[in-house]
């Protein structure tokens, strides 16, 4: 083979790889469930990638305690799927499973801590990027609600749709 072809089939495979994680994520917001998320912002604002919001949930801090689980022997960096239940608009943790449900809503997260039979967990929606100077305006908002719209896929994938609040969608066109 050519010196050409070789670089066009590497830029082509690379090309398909990029794609195939857009056409994912674009697959679970437009066929996931919508769900509620209570957050709170931590910190909007990276020098190298600009504005955006680390988020915290309170879904991220689970207490083995008080959530059913079939599994008990967590650690740092397993996999987990956390079963969600809506009450009052919100979803949250109704039990804990090492290995993926059969049926049911569910979020797919990595444990990044266990502590005093406390789960730290990440879904993979825990950053938000918002406009140039959007983010410390959405920090401030510590007095409202802030919620996230999150939409979540049949295999527990899930990605945000929309910051909201107070109940109300944030609008960065205006």
Do not use: C, H
């Not at 804990?96 to 049911?104: A, D, L, Q, T, V």
């Amino acid at each position: 083979m050519e010196k050409k072809n070789i670089f066009l089939l590497v830029g082509v495979f690379w090309l398909i790889i990029l794609l195939g994680f857009v056409i994912i994520k674009e697959f679970t917001l437009q066929t996931g469930e919508e769900v509620l998320l209570k957050t709170r912002p931590v910190d909007p604002r990276d020098l190298f990638r600009g504005d955006y919001v680390v988020l915290r949930y309170e879904i991220s801090t689970l207490d083995l305690g008080s959530i059913p689980t079939d599994y008990t022997g967590f650690e740092n960096g397993d996999k987990i799927y956390v079963g969600l239940s809506i009450k009052e608009e919100y979803g949250s943790p109704s039990k804990i499973y090492r290995n993926s449900p059969k049926e049911g809503l569910y979020l797919k997260g990595t444990v990044k801590d266990v502590r005093n039979n406390m789960l730290n967990v990440e879904y993979g929606i825990e950053n938000y990027f918002v406009p140039e100077g959007e983010g410390r305006a959405i920090e401030r908002q510590t007095g409202g609600n802030l919620d996230v719209k999150v939409s979540i896929d049949k295999f527990g994938n899930a990605g945000i749709k929309t910051l909201l609040i107070d109940g109300q969608e944030v609008d960065f066109k205006s």
